[in-house]
Structure formats: C-alpha cells, structure tokens
C-alpha cells in the first residue's frame, strides 16, 4: 500500500507518526515550482516522511519550505531534525513560536516533564533551527509557490496563542492544524459521517478567541479542510459550524458543569452524553469507531476546561 495519496491540485498527504502511531497525523506536500511540507510530526515521523518523499519522487533539497501550524511537538517537534535534512528549505513559523524553534530546551523541558521516561521514544530529537532560517509569517502575509499559487497566513488563536491556518484559494481549501478541531477519519471512511472535535487542551484555551477564530474560518468559505489530525475532508463550512457549537459547548456548558460539580469523571459522563448524542444524531450506526481516540480526547479537552475554569478564578 502506498504511504501518500494525492488529493488533487497538486496536494499529497503524507502520514505522521504520533505517540507511536501511524495515521493519527498528517503531512501535506503542495509541489508547484516550490515546493511546500505543512506538518513535520515528532522526530519519530522522519523516516515515514523521508519514504514518502521517495514515493512522490521529491528529493530532501527540492523542499523549498516546511511550514509549521504551531509548536505543539506532534506538529513540529521533528522540525529541526528535518530541516537538517533539506539543506534549501525556509522554516514558517507563527511568531509568537519562532523562538522555540530556534531555541527548543523550553520544549524539551516540558515535554520531559509530562512524559517522563516515555520522552526519548516520543519526541527525540528536538533539534534547533539557525535563526537565519527561520521565516515568521504574520497574520495576512502570502507565499508565492509559484504557478499562480499564492498562499495565506491568519493568525489564529484560539487552540494556541502561537498558531497559524494556511488558506488555499486553489483547492479552496485550508490547513487547519488543530484550530478546526479533530476529524474522524475512520468513522468517515466507514460510514461516510463527517465529524470534528474542538481540541480544547490545555493550557491556552480561551473559549471566545477559539470561537472568533472558528467564525473567521467559516467566512473564508472553505470547501476542503485539510486537518492535521487526520486526513482531508469535505463540506468545510458545515464542518466549521459544528466545531464551533461544540466550542460553545466546552467554553460555557462545560465550563459550568465543573465550576458546579468540581468532578472530573462527572464532566466525562456529561460530554460523553452529549457527544454520543450529537453523533446519532448524525446517524451514526452501531458502535462509534475510535471509541477509544474519542475517550482520550474527551480527557484531553477536560484539561483544557478546568484549566480555563482555574484561570477565570484567579481573576
Ligand atoms: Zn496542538
């Protein structure tokens, strides 16, 4: 079986490798006259990357530029290591994450602390970027890929304070990194049902931001989304506009339930409910595939909530 797959207008996706699984993540080439990689993954993704350069037939030192969504290590971790590899390539970066890049023992440090000895296999190496390499892009600045293609920067916090969604008039499509939620892959491939989840991680989820920045996405009109976490999907719009219910769902329903309650299994029960719900009513028949990806991202997220709840009340 192939690793990439072409998505037309020049757009292959190549799979990452996160927390040690294959098609959790995905990387998208865009090959005009430059040459453009959005997402590198961890470290761990490098040799699954390097492979499907080889299929595309793309050598290292024809990457023109690898474009990073923001600095969480499952986006960007293996950056450094990457851009070692393509001698020609110009790192993009959000500027609020460029000095992590060119400076990553902060990242290290954290990633150490949360995953202890689990550290080495999951993100090693974090290797810095020469400052002279890196580009910030700021909110509205354009790439020229060449071949009348123009791409778009938009600031866009909300999952971070560090992020950036690429725009493609092109494919009218955009790459969304985590800013337009997670897509279940597996349940579309299966039952042909579209669904998102925001990512309300922690630590700089701020309901009203992430929903300012959902409602910017919708009015760009995108037909695709390209989502970092997995894969290409259609009807952007629609797609959007369920995030953005599901925004609100964690900023305010969610938010009280644990100011009220202060029980994290009880706020599992709650959004369970209500997610498995919103999948019916979808139409999703039987058992919902990756069960387990939806538990641990509903856990995810309810870091994100109380750390948001914990913040309200310091004031
Ligand atoms: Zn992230």
Redesign the pocket.
């Known amino acids: 079986m192939p690793l990439t797959e072409s998505l037309g207008h020049n757009i292959f996706q190549i799979p990452l490798v996160d927390l040690k699984t294959i098609y959790r993540s995905t990387g998208y080439i865009i090959k005009e006259e430059k040459t453009i990689l959005v997402e590198t993954g961890a470290a761990p993704s490098n040799s699954v990357i390097q492979a499907s350069l080889e299929e595309l037939n793309i050598q290292l030192g024809q990457i023109d530029y690898i474009a990073v969504t ?1 600095i ?1 290590l ?2 960007a971790g293996g950056a450094g290591l990457l851009m070692e590899q393509c001698p020609n390539a110009t790192l993009l970066v959000h500027q609020r994450g460029a000095k992590h890049m060119a400076d990553p023992e902060k990242l290290i440090a954290g990633a150490r602390q949360v995953y202890g000895d689990l550290f080495d296999q999951l993100f090693n190496p974090i290797l810095p970027v020469s400052e002279e390499r890196i580009k910030v892009m700021e909110d509205g600045d354009t790439l020229d890929l060449g071949n009348n293609r123009v791409l778009t920067f938009l600031d866009t916090p909300g ?2 304070f560090h ?1 950036f969604v690429i725009d493609d008039p092109v494919s009218k499509g955009i790459f969304s ?2 800013n337009a939620g997670m897509f279940f892959r597996q349940l579309y491939d299966d039952q042909g049902i579209s669904f998102c989840l925001p ?1 309300t ?1 922690p630590t700089q989820f701020v309901p009203e931001i992430m929903e300012k920045t959902t409602d910017r996405l919708i009015n760009l009109h995108p037909e695709k989304i390209y989502f970092t976490h997995y894969g290409m999907a259609e009807n952007g719009v629609a797609l959007l506009q369920q995030a953005k219910k599901l925004v609100c769902f964690f900023g305010n329903d969610c938010a009280k339930h644990y100011q009220k309650e202060r029980s994290f299994e009880k706020l599992f029960v709650f959004i369970k409910e209500r997610l498995y719900s919103e999948l019916a009513a979808l139409g999703v028949k039987g058992d919902i595939p990756e069960k387990e990806t939806l538990d641990n991202d509903i856990m995810l997220n309810i870091q994100g909530v109380i750390a948001y709840v914990e913040k309200l009340e310091r004031g």
Do not use: T
Request: net charge negative; proline share 0%.
């Open positions: 923001h969480h499952d986006h999952h971070a992020h990194g985590d990512v991680a």
